[in-house]
């Protein structure tokens, strides 16, 4: 304005500003550059409004420059809200690491949030100073372009060095961007991995829990318990959960103790579809204890009501019917056309204390077994007479193949109850 000030103050002393063809006198103001000397003449041609292609591409680079700055700006903001989430999370596994106390080994091969890869403080400080040297150097760019494009011409060199400058700024921007996703995402797999570690801990915890709770429970061994049903009811019972294959043969061996009159009732029955009593054994009031195959009876000579434990197995074959009783090791006696040629069915329900008119269920009190059983074991196959005697002498256990004796087999009901039992024992102590 002071240069166009005095243009106008010489123009007007000089009084020769006048313009062809005009009528009359007008002034022209024309800008004088500074320092130029006033005494020569000047040029009256208009070189205000007058713009070189060159000028205008250098204008349009310093504003694309300008805006590529801003970009920058907000990439580096948005970076630093980044750094202090990392900053955060790296303060919580550090105060985590020194919770666990100072002489932990870090083993930098496993992935554990409290073993981090490096040091949490010099990565920190080394993010701090990329950063601080990131920030001085938008500042001098800034500075740099405030003072080419506040006067005179902007060279090619300058532009292509703010040209490499910026290129290498955005390399660096990169590569520390890359960085720190990969610093989030092995963050992230550490805290997924300890968190899968300590599921795996505690379910293993529970899993421990869980068997110990059990083994309060459990008896010295899956065989040592008994079934006691004390009533003559139609709703305590006992059930195997296992069920039997189709059969040609089979011994049924089991200790039993009771006292009840008239009868025993029904030590155990097994009943398919369209036959509930296809293997039954049964002592109902006065009458002797008797065996059912496919409802087909033969009367057998056992007394067990005595209130001791006994020991009996029946053994049956499909051929001829044939079938043997043994009491306490002892053969008392055999019989045959007992449903001969019939084979055993399978996928039936085995009832402990009940007797069946229907499958699982119906139930008869007066037919209701009183007292306790043990070792209810079934084979496929007539056992020797010497296994048995060893198992009733106690010399030997043979645990049913088709049917043992355990106790995850046998399931209560009715306010029956399983209780521990060492058979051999208690028949001692009975004896």
Same mark, same amino acid.
């Given at each position: 304005?002071?240069?166009?000030?005095?243009?106008?103050?010489?123009?007007?002393?000089?009084?020769?500003?006048?313009?062809?063809?005009?009528?009359?006198?007008?002034?022209?103001?024309?800008?004088?550059?500074?320092?130029?000397?006033?005494?020569?003449?000047?040029?009256?041609?208009?070189?205000?409004?007058?713009?070189?292609?060159?000028?205008?591409?250098?204008?349009?680079?310093?504003?694309?420059?300008? /805006?590529?700055?801003?970009?920058?700006? *907000? !990439?580096?903001?948005?970076? %630093?809200? @980044?750094?202090?989430? +990392? &900053? $955060?999370? #790296?303060?919580?596994?550090?105060?985590?690491?020194?919770?666990?106390?100072?002489?932990?080994?870090?083993?930098?091969?496993?992935?554990?949030?409290?073993?981090?890869?490096?040091?949490?403080?010099?990565?920190?400080?080394?993010?701090?100073?990329?950063?601080?040297?990131?920030?001085?150097?938008?500042?001098?760019?800034?500075?740099?372009?405030?003072?080419?494009?506040?006067?005179?011409?902007?060279?090619?060199?300058?532009?292509?060095?703010?040209?490499?400058?910026?290129?290498?700024?955005?390399?660096?921007?990169?590569?520390?961007?890359?960085?720190?996703?990969? /610093?989030?995402?092995?963050?992230?797999? *550490? !805290?997924?991995?300890?968190? %899968?570690? @300590?599921?795996?801990? +505690? &379910? $293993?915890? #529970?899993?421990?829990?869980?068997?110990?709770?059990?083994?309060?429970?459990?008896?010295?061994?899956?065989?040592?318990?008994?079934?006691?049903?004390?009533?003559?009811?139609?709703?305590?019972?006992?059930?195997?959960?296992?069920?039997?294959?189709?059969?040609?043969?089979?011994?049924?061996?089991?200790?039993?103790?009771?006292?009840?009159?008239?009868?025993?009732?029904?030590?155990?029955?097994?009943?398919?579809?369209?036959?509930?009593?296809?293997?039954?054994?049964?002592?109902?009031?006065?009458?002797?204890?008797?065996?059912?195959?496919?409802?087909?009876?033969?009367?057998?000579?056992?007394?067990?009501?005595?209130?001791?434990?006994?020991?009996?197995?029946?053994?049956?074959?499909?051929?001829?019917?044939?079938?043997?009783?043994?009491?306490?090791?002892?053969?008392?006696?055999?019989?045959?056309?007992?449903?001969?040629?019939?084979?055993?069915?399978?996928?039936?329900?085995?009832?402990?204390?009940?007797?069946?008119?229907?499958?699982?269920?119906?139930?008869?009190?007066?037919?209701?077994?009183?007292?306790?059983?043990?070792?209810?074991?079934?084979?496929?196959?007539?056992?020797?007479?010497?296994?048995?005697?060893?198992?009733?002498?106690?010399?030997?256990?043979?645990?049913?193949?088709?049917?043992?004796?355990?106790?995850?087999?046998?399931?209560?009901?009715?306010?029956?109850?399983?209780?521990?039992?060492?058979?051999?024992?208690?028949?001692?102590?009975?004896?």
């Amino acid at each position: 304005m002071r240069v166009l000030f005095v243009a106008l103050l010489l123009v007007y002393a000089s009084g020769s500003g006048e313009v062809a063809g005009a009528k009359g006198s007008r002034f022209v103001c024309t800008a004088v550059p500074a320092g130029a000397d006033l005494s020569c003449p000047v040029e009256t041609t208009n070189r205000v409004q007058s713009t070189s292609p060159q000028e205008e591409e250098l204008r349009n680079t310093i504003i694309q420059l300008r /805006e590529t700055i801003l970009q920058q700006k *907000e !990439t580096i903001v948005s970076q %630093q809200g @980044t750094i202090k989430e +990392l &900053n $955060s999370k #790296l303060a919580r596994c550090e105060a985590e690491a020194k919770s666990r106390g100072s002489a932990r080994r870090k083993d930098y091969s496993k992935n554990t949030m409290g073993d981090l890869p490096r040091d949490p403080t010099e990565t920190v400080e080394q993010l701090g100073k990329t950063m601080q040297s990131l920030k001085d150097r938008l500042g001098n760019l800034e500075q740099q372009l405030r003072t080419n494009t506040s006067g005179g011409p902007f060279p090619s060199e300058l532009r292509d060095l703010l040209k490499r400058r910026l290129s290498d700024l955005e390399s660096q921007l990169l590569t520390r961007v890359a960085e720190l996703e990969d /610093e989030k995402s092995q963050l992230y797999n *550490e !805290t997924t991995a300890h968190r %899968q570690r @300590t599921e795996n801990t +505690l &379910n $293993s915890l #529970l899993e421990r829990i869980t068997e110990l709770e059990k083994s309060n429970n459990a008896f010295k061994s899956p065989e040592d318990f008994k079934v006691s049903l004390p009533l003559r009811t139609n709703y305590l019972y006992g059930r195997i959960k296992k069920s039997l294959p189709e059969m040609y043969a089979f011994t049924v061996c089991m200790w039993l103790k009771s006292s009840a009159s008239p009868g025993i009732g029904t030590p155990f029955s097994y009943g398919v579809p369209g036959q509930a009593n296809e293997i039954v054994l049964i002592e109902w009031g006065n009458s002797p204890m008797e065996l059912l195959v496919n409802d087909k009876v033969a009367q057998l000579p056992l007394s067990v009501s005595d209130g001791r434990w006994h020991h009996i197995c029946i053994t049956w074959t499909t051929r001829d019917g044939f079938w043997e009783a043994y009491q306490d090791g002892e053969r008392l006696g055999t019989g045959e056309n007992l449903a001969p040629w019939h084979p055993i069915k399978p996928g039936g329900v085995i009832i402990l204390g009940q007797e069946q008119d229907i499958v699982g269920g119906r139930f008869d009190a007066t037919q209701a077994f009183v007292g306790e059983l043990s070792h209810f074991n079934m084979w496929d196959r007539v056992l020797r007479p010497i296994d048995i005697s060893a198992m009733a002498n106690c010399s030997a256990y043979m645990p049913g193949n088709v049917v043992p004796w355990v106790d995850a087999n046998v399931e209560v009901f009715g306010g029956a109850t399983k209780a521990a039992l060492e058979i051999c024992e208690d028949r001692l102590f009975d004896s």
